[in-house]
């Protein structure tokens, strides 16, 4: 399933970020080069059907208030900095399971969520839950796990009768 810009602003207006600005985010900007770590963890936590990760994450991270984003990209440099320390080369540049193994060895799997922790707790809580958060919270996300309609999005009364009728045959 594709994930889309749009889905990342949902995401955002899930969590109450999302205002008038964020229509400017659907732009075709040119990407933020310090976000490919950020993608890079979200192509490791996310199921592997989800596509369309790297423009959703950039739109996401893009709506974020400023000292949320400041954060989130501090940490992202943290770990970044960790993989170029284990595996000689940056977080992105890992395949898949080697960035799994990165993160469960660093205890990201177990960590207690604290932006004020060391390392894996502070990646547990800006990178892992943000990423989490943002993709459960999209429609498209939601769709993937099997939750129709996530928080925030349109539609659950609907969605909730459609479901039941279809129960009732």
């Given at each position: ?11 955002l207006a899930a969590a109450g970020i999302a205002g008038a600005a ?128 996530p928080t925030g999005y349109p539609g659950g009364t609907e969605s ?6 279809e129960d009732d045959g």
């Amino acid at each position: 399933m594709d994930l889309s810009r749009r889905d990342a602003l949902a995401a955002l207006a899930a969590a109450g970020i999302a205002g008038a600005a964020g229509a400017t985010l659907l732009d075709d900007a040119d990407p933020d080069p310090d976000l490919t770590t950020l993608v890079a963890v979200a192509e490791t936590v996310y199921p592997s059907a989800a596509d369309g990760v790297e423009p959703f994450v950039e739109t996401y991270a893009a709506g974020l208030p400023d000292d949320r984003r400041d954060d989130v990209l501090d940490v992202a440099t943290e770990l970044d900095a960790t993989a170029r320390d284990w595996f000689d080369a940056p977080l992105a540049d890992l395949d898949r399971a080697t960035r799994d193994r990165l993160l469960r060895e660093l205890g990201v799997d177990a960590a207690d969520p604290d932006p004020d922790g060391n390392l894996s707790d502070r990646v547990r809580f800006f990178l892992v839950n943000e990423l989490l958060y943002a993709f459960y919270a999209s429609p498209t996300g939601g769709r993937l796990v099997g939750i129709e309609n996530p928080t925030g999005y349109p539609g659950g009364t609907e969605s909730y009768r459609r479901a039941r009728m279809e129960d009732d045959g």
